[in-house]
């Protein structure tokens, strides 16, 4: 094998190997109803999320579907 053929197939590898790492995201989606203890839907209520390992919080006030 020549030195050529080594050296792009050692790239070819490396780029190969590299993919996985752009799959790693650092957002979410979270989806829900907000309902009393009876079942009904709350429209207008605040939901505050926080994540505990980076302290980043986000809050949202439920639509007429209490979602």
Not at 6 to 22: G, N, Q, R, W
């Amino acid at each position: 094998m020549s030195k050529w053929k080594k050296l792009l197939l050692t790239f070819v590898v490396i780029a190969v190997m590299e993919l996985p790492s752009y799959a790693q995201t650092n957002r979410a989606t979270l989806e829900g109803t907000v309902t009393d203890p009876s079942g009904a839907t709350i429209s207008g209520a605040r939901v505050k999320i926080s994540a505990i390992d980076t302290g980043l919080t986000q809050e949202r006030t439920t639509n007429s579907n209490g979602q």
